[in-house]
């Protein structure tokens, strides 16, 4: 059993919500839904700071002392956090670049 299981899992969950919430902006902005794709984002935006605490706080554990267990499992979470980062930041360029050819 992996020591960190449920953080694992927790990164999981929030980096799948905030990819899922960018992508839905991305999609948004294509319909010139500009509210709905800023609102998407801003879901993103707050799905992948919970990730990020959850990570800050494993980090500052291993600083003070207490290894991370490093996992199959906790790798892929961080890369699949990482790249939910990567793509809501993406999401918001597509979201400027909709609106900025709409006007």
Same mark, same amino acid.
Request: charged letters at 25%; aromatic letters at 4%; a negative charge.
């Given at each position: ?7 694992? $899992?927790? *990164? #999981? ?18 319909? +010139?839904? $500009? ?12 799905? *992948?700071?919970?990730?990020?605490? #959850?990570? @800050?706080? *494993? ?6 002392? @207490?290894? @991370?267990?490093?996992?199959?499992? /906790?790798?892929?979470? +961080?890369?699949?956090? /990482?790249?939910? /980062?990567?793509?809501?930041? *993406?999401?918001?360029? $597509?979201?400027? /670049? ?6």
């Amino acid at each position: 059993m992996v020591k960190n299981e449920t953080e694992i $899992f927790t *990164l #999981i969950l929030h980096g799948g919500n905030g990819r899922s919430a960018a992508m839905e902006a991305i999609q948004a902005a294509k319909k +010139q839904d $500009f509210d709905l794709a800023r609102k998407k984002l801003k879901e993103a935006g707050d799905a *992948l700071n919970e990730a990020h605490h #959850i990570q @800050t706080t *494993l980090i500052q554990s291993e600083i003070g002392g @207490t290894p @991370t267990e490093i996992s199959l499992l /906790m790798i892929h979470a +961080q890369d699949h956090l /990482m790249n939910a /980062m990567t793509v809501k930041d *993406l999401a918001k360029e $597509f979201v400027d /670049m909709y609106e900025r050819g709409q006007k």
